[in-house]
Antibody, heavy 121, light 109 residues
Framework: EVQLVESGGGLIQPGGSLRLSCAASGFTVSGNYMSWVRQAPGKGLEWVSVIYSGGSTYYADSVKGRFTISRDNSKNTLYLQMNSLRAEDTAVYFC???????????????WGQGTLVTVSS | SYVLTQPPSVSVAPGQTARITCGGNNIGSKSVHWYQQRPGQAPVLVVYEDSDRPSGIPERFSGSNSGNTATLTISGVEAGDEADYYCQVWDASDHPRWVFGGGTKLTVL
């Protein structure tokens, strides 16, 4: 059974840093496109970043230069290092796996339950 | 960057048909995916590649895509279908990105 479990969220002051983790089971993180998607309170979904199975990474313009996506194959875990945090980064952060046999890398089939990041002084 | 436009809300009586639209420039040339999100839960993929359903999704959920509008149709709406629905496409105009619509709140009257 595929499972994604995020952790690492919390309250952080503006300008601070935080690292989110997403522990995967039932499949290998390194063999799939893995993304972070966030949702601000009461708002819609926003794609944040992706890491391809080959290791290439891409970011939304809103986080480029501040956030870094990575993975640890030995731990089968996805990470999001968030630096220079701003109030507008406040959101629930979901990790998500590609659509596999359904829609490949175009969509997201599996999601974690999310972890809340609150940026406030 | 590519923009997807959804109506903020749609209301329908139980047993009726709900249609949720997703507008985008020549969206008919892209594959559209739809997610259902209940309050406090993670999104669930309900339709992929315009009109296909993942395993476990009821046949009541269907989709279409043509021109500048994609549509998610829910037939025989049930109280449990009340949720937020998001359309999504993959876009690579300058670099790969996954674009979501703003979401539509489906209310079952």
């Amino acid at each position: 059974e595929v499972q994604l479990v995020e952790s690492g969220g919390g309250l952080i002051q503006p300008g601070g840093s935080l690292r989110l983790s997403c522990a995967a089971s039932g499949f290998t993180v390194s063999g799939n496109y893995m993304s972070w998607v966030r949702q601000a309170p009461g708002k819609g979904l926003e794609w944040v970043s992706v890491i391809y199975s080959g290791g290439s990474t891409y970011y939304a313009d809103s986080v480029k230069g501040r956030f870094t996506i990575s993975r640890d194959n030995s731990k089968n875990t996805l990470y999001l290092q968030m630096n220079s945090l701003r109030a507008e980064d406040t959101a629930v952060y979901f990790c998500a796996r590609e659509g596999g046999e359904y829609c490949g890398g175009d969509c997201f089939l599996y999601w974690g339950q999310g972890t809340l990041v609150t940026v406030s002084s | 960057s590519y923009v997807l436009t959804q109506p903020p809300s749609v209301s329908v009586a139980p047993g009726q048909t709900a249609r949720i639209t997703c507008g985008g420039n020549n969206i008919g040339s892209k594959s559209v995916h739809w997610y259902q999100q209940r309050p406090g839960q993670a999104p669930v993929l309900v339709v992929y590649e315009d009109s296909d359903r993942p395993s476990g999704i009821p046949e009541r959920f269907s989709g279409s895509n043509s021109g500048n509008t994609a549509t998610l149709t829910i037939s025989g709406v049930e109280a449990g279908d009340e949720a937020d629905y998001y359309c999504q496409v993959w876009d690579a105009s300058d670099h790969p990105r996954w674009v979501f619509g703003g979401g539509t709140k489906l209310t079952v009257l």
